[in-house]
């Protein structure tokens, strides 16, 4: 037998029809879980004054979206001692990213744009410490299957020398080390480069 209920959509105003249509805009009848597969997440890296910030606030207010800032520039303003981090603190970035990342993800409309991974604080992990601690090396690790499209932010855009910056000289070591793990980990990528409008590096 079948028994209609809520034949006017009153209480739940939306329909199989609708969600299939436009399921960004009846969000809050799918899962989260359902929803996050549905958003193409987008990630940025490359080597510190990139651009990475840029790109990403700038697709995201062009496409109507939410972006990811880089949680690792947050915690290492609060949180340096001599402009350094330990292993642990290292760990906590990637899992605080990871944490509002995947908030985001339910508030992204079609896409998110993330401003870096944990790849990057694996990195920056090995060039200090010489290592990582284990728990980094496992987000690391599952960073490399987790976004749709990744992009490389090249050097061609002037280097702003901030004082949390370690110099450009610096900043070419980390790009060739970031392009190693993307070669060695086998992920994909597009280099970017030619961003003749961007005008705030980061």
């Not at 642990?88 to 401003?115: K, M, S, V, W």
């Not at 870096?116 to 992990?125: C, E, K, V």
């Not at 976004?147 to 070591?173: A, H, M, Q």
């Not at 070669?183 to 597009?190: D, I, L, N, S």
């Amino acid at each position: 037998m079948n028994r209609l209920v809520d034949p006017n959509r009153s209480r739940l105003p939306v329909t199989g029809t609708l969600l299939r249509e436009n399921p960004y805009d009846y969000r809050q009848f799918i899962h989260p879980k359902v929803y996050r597969d549905l958003i193409t997440n987008v990630v940025f890296l490359g080597a510190p004054s990139t651009g990475k910030t840029t790109i990403a606030q700038t697709l995201a207010q062009e496409f109507g979206t939410v972006w990811m800032p880089e949680y690792g520039r947050e915690y290492w303003e609060t949180h340096q001692v001599d402009r350094r981090l330990t292993l642990e603190q290292l760990t906590e970035i990637a899992e605080g990213h990871l944490e509002r990342e995947d908030a985001l993800l339910c508030e992204a409309n079609r896409y998110l744009f993330t401003d870096t991974n944990a790849q990057t604080t694996y990195i920056f992990s090995l060039y200090y410490h010489g290592q990582a601690a284990e728990r980094l090396i496992d987000y690391a690790n599952a960073a490399s299957a987790r976004y749709d499209l990744v992009f490389l932010c090249d050097l061609d855009i002037p280097y702003d020398d901030t004082w949390d910056r370690s110099g450009e000289g610096n900043r070419k070591v980390f790009q060739q080390q970031i392009m190693g793990d993307l070669a060695e980990r086998k992920v994909p990528y597009f280099v970017l480069r030619d961003r003749l409008t961007l005008a705030s590096p980061a």
